[in-house]
């Protein structure tokens, strides 16, 4: 039996609005809160001050130009996460309960996972049409941010986080290899050695990219500096830097494209390359997996190897 003094708590629309408030207090700020949940700030705003009056309390102050959760609002982020918690579980077990006939998969994949990710997806869609998917396409810090938050069903990572007790599920390689135009004078060069690259105008992806990481791990490595150029926050746009003749870049050979390749663009034979990474399904530790996560899961082991890798294997070297 319902408590009466919950009432407030069934209004319509309570739910949508501490969906609104749970956001604005986790990144502290309505404009963020707003481009995170796609919606206008007005409306963010107005889904707050609802909210308070319904709760008949304050629950943000603002300070200069930042907001703080007051008293009442720390305890109801509080309640927030629990509320949230036990949705998702409750959707996770009808969800498997439900089977493949209905179920609903949210996916989340690091940016080079865009190149072979959706043609998976595709497949397994045809073979379960019913099946609701979502694919979020991020870089690795904020893959690691939504994993922190149990946001998706299931994560693909190429470098998956130490920082986190989480199960791992090796899909693919993802050789890291390094790109030049084609007409780059290191282009028809054997066994460059990786000192070389010093001398190179380097094109980087953005802090918080697994590319990233791989890249300066490979300078530290070979005790060499790099020449960042510029950095980039997509692999696009670092393949037409390149092309542009702005520089050169450590990025999956995925990059590449898996049909049509960019015949302006080479991979330079550097020592010690490509470097292997492995594309990995990722999942905390402890999750219940639903059945579509499972079902995809083995899926993608079972039919990934003839749907990409014989394109990868296709790629020129
Ligand atoms: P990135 O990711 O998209 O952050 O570069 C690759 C990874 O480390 O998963």
Same mark, same amino acid.
């Given at each position: 039996m319902l408590n009466s003094s919950i009432k407030r708590y069934l209004r319509h629309g309570m739910l949508p609005q501490l969906a609104v408030f749970e956001a604005v207090a986790r990144l502290s700020s309505f404009t963020k809160a707003a481009d995170e949940l796609h919606l206008a700030q007005p409306t963010v705003s107005a889904q707050i001050k609802k909210l308070a009056d319904n709760l008949q309390i304050p629950l943000f102050e603002q300070i200069g130009k930042r907001i703080y959760l007051t008293p009442a609002g720390e305890k109801l982020y509080e309640g927030c996460q629990l509320l949230f918690t036990a949705l998702t579980n409750i959707e996770e077990s009808l969800s498997d309960l439900r089977g493949l006939e209905y179920g609903r998969l949210r996916l989340a994949v690091s940016t080079t996972g865009k190149y072979f990710v959706p043609r998976l997806l595709a497949e397994f869609v045809k073979l379960h049409p019913a099946i609701e998917v979502s694919l979020q396409i991020h870089n690795r810090n904020t893959l690691m941010d939504r994993l922190s938050r149990n946001e998706d069903d299931l994560y693909i990572f190429s470098n998956p986080p130490n920082e986190f007790e989480i199960v791992t599920q090796p899909i693919l390689p993802n050789p890291m290899v390094v790109f030049a135009r084609e007409d780059h004078p290191l282009a028809h060069e054997k066994k460059i050695a990786f000192a070389q690259l010093k001398n190179e105008k380097f094109i980087m992806r953005e802090p918080g990219s697994g590319t990233r990481m791989v890249a300066y791990e490979a300078f530290d490595h070979h005790g060499v500096e790099p020449q960042v150029q510029m950095e980039l926050s997509t692999?696009? +746009?670092?393949?037409? +830097?390149? %092309? +542009?003749? %702005?520089?050169?870049?450590? %990025?999956s050979q995925y990059t590449l494209g898996l049909d049509t390749f960019e015949p302006r663009l080479s991979i330079l034979n550097v020592q010690g390359f490509p470097i292997e990474r492995l594309w990995q399904f990722v999942y905390p530790v402890g999750k219940q997996t639903s059945s579509v996560s499972r079902a995809f899961m083995d899926f993608v082991r079972k039919e990934a190897p003839t749907l990409i890798e014989d394109h990868v294997g296709k790629i020129k070297g």
């Open positions: 692999n696009e +746009a670092i393949k037409q +830097a390149i %092309l +542009a003749g %702005l520089g050169i870049s450590i %990025l």
